[in-house]
């Protein structure tokens, strides 16, 4: 879970997992929650309810930056949902200085095994919406991307021989800070 790399780092630092899945919330909840790490069974394309869940007003001050991550997560949003909405509904409630992270399967870099993805979420309850790299950066609205900006999430030469260097190559990701 993406909440232990974190704390890992600063063991003062507060966390809010938000995830739908009662399964993923439960094994959350075992073994990472704290009085600094809350497990919110909720639902992303709502942000106006996560953002008015007690956890996230108990552990998240709205007035200080805040790291908001969504890795690997948007392209299980379809489009009928709306999710330039729903991120833009997150950006606006940030205060400066916060980093928005995404990562994110894309539809144009490696579309053999896109397909087969998308195979195997088609036998699911879940839709996969890999997207193009533009609508991949339009999630970032206006706040600059940091860094190299918008990249292959794991470049060839830096997989590791254990990892499917063709699967690595699945999507882009990127960071960006909000102006002050
Ligand atoms: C590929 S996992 C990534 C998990 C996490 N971001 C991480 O890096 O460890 C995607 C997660 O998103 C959750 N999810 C899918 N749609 C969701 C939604 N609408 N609201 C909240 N969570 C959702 C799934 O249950 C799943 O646990």
New binding site residues.
């Given amino acids: ?2 909440t232990a790399v974190p704390e890992g780092i600063n063991p003062d630092v507060k966390v809010v997992y ?4 009662p399964v ?1 919330c439960i094994h959350g909840r075992a073994l990472l929650a704290s009085d600094q790490v809350a497990i919110v069974q ?4 709502k942000p106006y309810e996560i953002l008015a869940d007690p956890a996230v007003q108990r552990l998240i001050d709205p007035g200080a930056p805040v790291g908001i ?5 948007l392209h ?2 379809a489009d009928s ?1 709306t999710p330039q909405d729903m991120v833009a509904g997150y950006r606006k409630a940030a205060a400066p200085g916060s980093v928005l992270a995404i990562s994110h399967a894309a539809n144009d870099a490696r579309p053999e095994y896109v397909g087969r993805i998308s195979a195997i979420y088609q036998r699911a309850n ?1 839709p996969f919406t890999p997207r193009s790299r533009a609508d991949i950066n339009a999630f970032f609205g206006d706040w600059p991307l940091d860094g190299p900006g918008l990249v292959n999430m794991w470049p060839y030469a830096e997989v590791p021989a254990d990892v499917d260097a063709d699967l690595a190559q699945l999507g882009y990701s990127s960071v960006a800070v909000k102006p002050a």
Avoid: E, N, P
């Fill in positions: 879970m993406t938000v995830d739908l899945d993923v909720g639902d992303v394309r991550l969504m890795m690997f997560l299980l949003i949902d879940t």
